[in-house]
């Protein structure tokens, strides 16, 4: 058994756990975070990548408007090349109470939302396939975030100021003495080995997953999964965020992220984080529901679905999971259960994401005697790397360093592309992967599957779903990682074969909802490249411990 020390163990490594990571190495707190899976691997990887105005909850939820319309900016500033500056639009379409939007500016108003309202033809003008017949339209300051170059920007710029990140590291139980926390017990999924983690505090910021951790510590904490389906389309509809102008609602909004559009998104309590699926009728919901925005959209290109968990907070009864608001809650567990040393952070969005590690790090910083003062919000991450999780001295990642802009650019790939031409370097051309790219991502520290190649470098999220890169990927996997592995007296079959089957399949399980028109040919495309030429399905089992520990790991992604 492996034993670590340190002062604060941060539970997982989405983008609350990572912004706490990074706020408690700015003040000088010894820290590590463990997270089961990669980074990313639970909600902050699975939602449409909204940077909210706060413009959806100026009605209906007011403080989550205020924290959301100031987090809003300070995001813009701290990490500008993570943000794309879409601007948002908020418009009254046929199917909308008209009386709402008097409600909504009024509201943007008392909680510092900005908002304009622009001419109907100035909103058909910026975005030329919105439906001709909507009534009024209203500006406002939302964008599209990329939260998995988010995410590794805050933990790599903790780990310059010494901060640990273990990820593939499963909590399996939390050590308590009397009504003091005093660490953690994780087991490492690529070796099986028990880790003990000794910690003075333990900040509890797993979202979705929260009860199920305060729960090892014999705490409980109500928490609704409420499930949310999204559909990404297989261009950008529209370059503007566009929402219907009323409540908050199914299917009520299109956000352009990187090459796609994003529709969204559903709200259903699950009873667990780890066991939900899509249903037909909710894809069929959200494209009818797309149509009041943009007329045709249910017949354009749908390239897949995909849901996530919201982790909604429920303090009292609610009607309905939208009823339950948006808003963070900070539980010390030490005034709330009487059990010291361990705070859980609830609820929330992504676009609070730092205002929520602050007030988490606040108050375990003053339980520790720590006086130094957040820092978050003033200092910039600088850009580290475009998406891949580069190791520190790749090539890759110096490459970028040049081209590198300090906001965000949509076609930053095509001109480093165009620079080298390196277009016979392509791995994935739908999303301009390179081969540098994929070798930086693959021999950097934490990779353990081609799913984590793609969200560190978007590989197989384009229009052809990994079709013709995902046996190019697991071939360079091989090549780096397997081949050297057999090289030093390793037997066995590749585990590159479990590997490429499992990311096939991963495609397959957000493909099948959104199977006709050209989506159905191009799977049936894939069908004939992997199954009738390259036989994956007849490809031999591996058979060493080490690669069977590898699987399990490729095959707890929740789908």
């Not at 990074?22 to 980074?39: H, Q, S």
Request: some cysteine.
């Amino acid at each position: 058994m492996r034993t670590l020390t340190t002062d604060v163990l941060v539970i997982g490594g989405g983008a609350t756990g990572a912004g706490a990571l990074r706020d408690l190495a700015l003040r000088g707190i010894r820290c590590a975070l463990v997270e089961k899976g990669d980074l990313t691997h639970g909600t902050t990887g699975r939602y449409h990548g909204l940077l909210h105005s706060g413009g959806r909850y100026v009605v209906k939820d007011p403080q989550s408007a205020e924290e959301c319309a100031r987090e809003n900016e300070i995001l813009r500033k701290i990490m500008p090349h993570c943000i794309e500056e879409t601007g948002g639009l908020f418009v009254v379409t046929p199917a909308d109470d008209e009386s709402y939007a008097e409600r909504f500016v009024a509201a943007c108003h008392r909680t510092g939302v900005w908002v304009e309202e622009i001419p109907v033809r100035e909103a058909l003008r910026r975005e030329p396939l919105l439906n001709p017949r909507i009534r009024r339209a209203f500006a406002v300051r939302d964008g599209a975030a990329d939260s998995f170059l988010a995410t590794h920007a805050n933990t790599d710029d903790a780990r310059r100021y010494g901060a640990r990140v273990l990820t593939y590291h499963r909590v399996i139980g939390l050590e308590r003495v009397g009504d003091r926390m005093i660490g953690a017990v994780c087991e490492d999924l690529r070796s099986g080995e028990t880790v003990r983690i000794h910690a003075s505090f333990i900040i509890n910021a797993t979202g979705a997953w929260a009860g199920k951790i305060a729960a090892m510590a014999g705490l409980h904490i109500h928490v609704v999964p409420g499930k949310g389906t999204m559909i990404a389309m297989n261009h950008r509809i529209v370059n503007t965020v566009v929402n219907r102008c009323k409540m908050p609602a199914d299917g009520d909004i299109i956000v352009p992220i990187h090459t796609v559009a994003v529709l969204g998104t559903t709200d259903i309590p699950v009873p667990d984080p780890d066991g939900y699926d899509m249903t037909p009728e909710e894809v069929q919901l959200i494209l009818e529901e797309g149509e009041w925005l943009v007329p045709g959209v249910s017949r354009m290109r749908a390239l897949r679905a995909w849901a996530g968990v919201r982790p909604l907070y429920r303090e009292q009864d609610a009607g309905s999971d939208r009823d339950i608001p948006r808003t963070y809650k900070l539980l010390d567990h030490e005034t709330r259960d009487g059990v010291a040393g361990m705070v859980s952070i609830v609820g929330g969005k992504w676009t609070t994401y730092r205002l929520m590690a602050e007030h988490t790090v606040d108050l375990v910083a003053q339980r520790l005697g720590v006086t130094t003062p957040c820092r978050t919000a003033d200092l910039k991450i600088e850009p580290s790397h475009d998406g891949a999780a580069t190791a520190p001295h790749s090539p890759a990642r110096a490459h970028f360093a040049i081209l590198a802009s300090p906001f965000y650019q949509l076609g930053h790939r095509l001109a480093e592309v165009e620079a080298d031409d390196s277009y016979g370097d392509l791995i994935c051309e739908c999303e301009l992967v390179t081969r540098a790219h994929l070798e930086a991502a693959i021999q950097s520290d934490g990779t353990a599957n081609l799913d984590d190649l793609r969200r560190d470098t978007r590989l197989g999220m384009g229009p052809c779903q990994g079709g013709f890169c995902t046996y190019r990927a697991a071939a360079i996997w091989h090549e780096l990682r397997d081949g050297a592995a057999q090289a030093n007296g390793a037997s066995g079959v590749a585990p590159a074969t479990a590997l490429l089957r499992h990311f096939l399949q991963e495609r397959w399980n957000g493909v099948t909802p959104t199977l006709w028109g050209d989506q159905l040919r191009q799977e049936r495309l894939n069908e004939l490249n992997y199954l009738e030429t390259l036989a994956v399905d007849r490809l031999p089992e591996t058979g060493a411990d080490a690669i069977g520990r590898k699987r399990d790991i490729v095959v707890e992604e929740v789908v």
